[in-house]
């Protein structure tokens, strides 16, 4: 049952935005948090189905979703509750659970598509038997080491170092950004915790999309083929690692700003206005929305294509043949249903195969 008597609350709890912001705020969470169980359903039902198939580098793409469907389901409609009820419902327990949930999927989140980066950044331009390859099992270990690592930095706060707290606006609870100038340990959780769960791993996820790019380039500027039309392949690369980048980005660095302005500002934090402070956080949360259809579509589509384009590109040769013989080809490292062999080009009486999709 909602609470309509706001004095009796702790003052803490209560939102300092207008009911109507309030109103708003959690109709966004319902539509964020319906495509966001949507978009990973879809992932997790097409993994699901084939599951027997799955590559081990797949999986991470499966914990994506796990983390981002358990938060969707776990988090949001206790700040939609709580945002339509114009203050924090629960107090100090439901505030502790929902800053350990947030914490725990968070950093789950961003160590998935910190590896998920490495493994593909390793993985991209390897050829494809005697490249470097990931089994299930390495990682499964990863993916284990992931929850145990969000799960250790989740837990530290109850044990003393650091604490969770409500939000400036009223109805959402997280790190306690304020008690960064308070005392020593506030300081040294923030600081342990911003370096070893928010920057490196954002490093690491600009640096390693940007590096696929860059190797596919290398890649496909030493195939001199023009059949394999260079110029989109690279903007389709090109355009997905970017757009993976800045929709991270974009999610979570005006977060970021504005925990560490309250971080080092500690003492006007009174003067921080609540809605300014709403906004980064409704941003942050959008990235369980389009995390899924990101990694989704771009496997279906470009990614898929190029990487079996890659592959017909450095394993597949063809020899002349002439006139009334059918088109011989050597085949290197991949199976021959891989490759499809047409005869089009005719010139001065000889016939060319060439590879295509």
């Known amino acids: 049952m909602f609470i ?10 209560v939102s300092k ?85 947030g914490m725990i999927f968070s950093v789950t989140s961003i160590m998935t598509l910190a590896v998920m980066g490495m493994i593909r950044f390793l993985v991209t331009g390897s050829p494809p038997e005697t490249g470097l390859r990931f089994q299930r099992r390495t990682v499964c270990v990863v993916i284990t080491g992931i929850w145990l690592y969000a799960v250790l930095w989740a837990l530290l706060p109850l044990f003393g170092w650091g604490s969770y707290g409500p939000e400036p606006f009223g109805f959402a609870c997280s790190i306690a950004w304020t008690g960064y100038g308070k005392s020593l340990n506030h300081f040294t959780f923030i600081i342990a915790m911003s370096i070893l769960c928010t920057f490196l791993p954002s490093l690491v996820i ?36 970017v757009s993976i980048t800045l929709g991270f980005l974009t999610a979570w660095t005006p977060y970021v700003v504005v925990s560490f302005w309250s971080m080092f500002h500690y003492q006007e934090q009174d003067h921080l206005d609540p809605f300014i402070a ?80």
């Open 278 to 357: 709403l906004l980064p956080c409704l941003f942050a949360k959008s990235a369980t929305m389009y995390n899924p259809f990101i990694y989704f579509i771009f496997r279906r589509t470009a990614w898929h294509k190029l990487l079996h384009l890659h592959r017909l590109g450095l394993c597949c040769s063809c020899r002349v043949c002439f006139p009334g013989e059918e088109p011989k080809m050597t085949i290197k490292m991949v199976d021959i249903s891989e490759c499809t062999i047409t005869r089009d080009k005719t010139l001065a009486g000889v016939t060319t195969g060439t590879s295509e999709i």
């Open 206 to 241: 600009v640096f390693t999309y940007f590096g696929i790019a860059w190797k596919l380039h290398r890649v496909y500027k030493s195939i001199q083929r023009n059949d394999f039309q260079y110029g989109n392949i690279e903007k389709k690369i090109t355009f997905m690692a």
């Open 4 to 13: 309509t008597d706001w004095t009796t609350m702790d003052d803490k709890y």
């Open 17 to 101: 935005l207008s009911p109507t912001v309030d109103f708003w705020a959690g109709m966004y969470l319902v539509i964020i948090a319906v495509l966001s169980i949507l978009g990973n359903a879809a992932v997790l039902a097409s993994a699901a189905h084939r599951l027997t198939s799955l590559k081990a580098p797949e999986l991470l793409t499966v914990n994506l979703a796990l983390t981002d469907m358990g938060m969707a389901l776990s988090m949001y409609p206790l700040s939609i509750a709580s945002a339509f009820n114009h203050a924090w419902i629960g107090g100090d327990a439901s505030c502790l659970y929902y800053g350990l949930m």
